[in-house]
Nanobody, 118 residues
Framework: VQLQASGGGLVQAGGSLRLSCTSS????????MGWFRQYPGKDRDFVGH???????YYDESVKGRFTVSRDNAKKTVYLQMNRLKPEDTAVYYC?????????????WGQGTLVTVSS
């Protein structure tokens, strides 16, 4: 499975950005899709995920500001980021699990950089 993330860029604090991640997998509608972010020199942190049934779960740091959604027909998952803060600056990655699982994530996208200026 190949995942292609896009949508990163530079935005001012308080602004919004939407990331997209398109999958080449044939079983997209049966996997959990997650978003992670990585700060320089740190491990990747979980941001949020959406299961095959549409259930979502978020890290406390983004709850109420970020929304994960999916379009199975387009094999695409989205991360809508609102009220962005400078501390949201990171490289964002999308990832996929195996079918009907919530982990582990075994397919990863290439990452897209989000920079939030103060």
């Amino acid at each position: 499975v190949q995942l292609q993330a896009s949508g990163g860029g530079l935005v001012q604090a308080g602004g919004s950005l939407r990331l997209s991640c398109t999958s080449s997998g044939r079983t997209f509608n049966s996997v959990t899709m997650g978003w992670f972010r990585q700060y320089p020199g740190k491990d990747r942190d979980f941001v949020g995920h959406i299961t095959w049934s549409g259930s979502t779960y978020y890290d406390e740091s983004v709850k109420g500001r970020f929304t994960v959604s999916r379009d199975n027909a387009k094999k695409t998952v989205y991360l809508q980021m609102n009220r962005l803060k400078p501390e949201d600056t990171a490289v964002y990655y999308c990832a996929a699990t195996g079918a009907y699982l919530t982990g582990p994530y075994n397919s990863w996208g290439q990452g897209t950089l989000v920079t939030v200026s103060s």
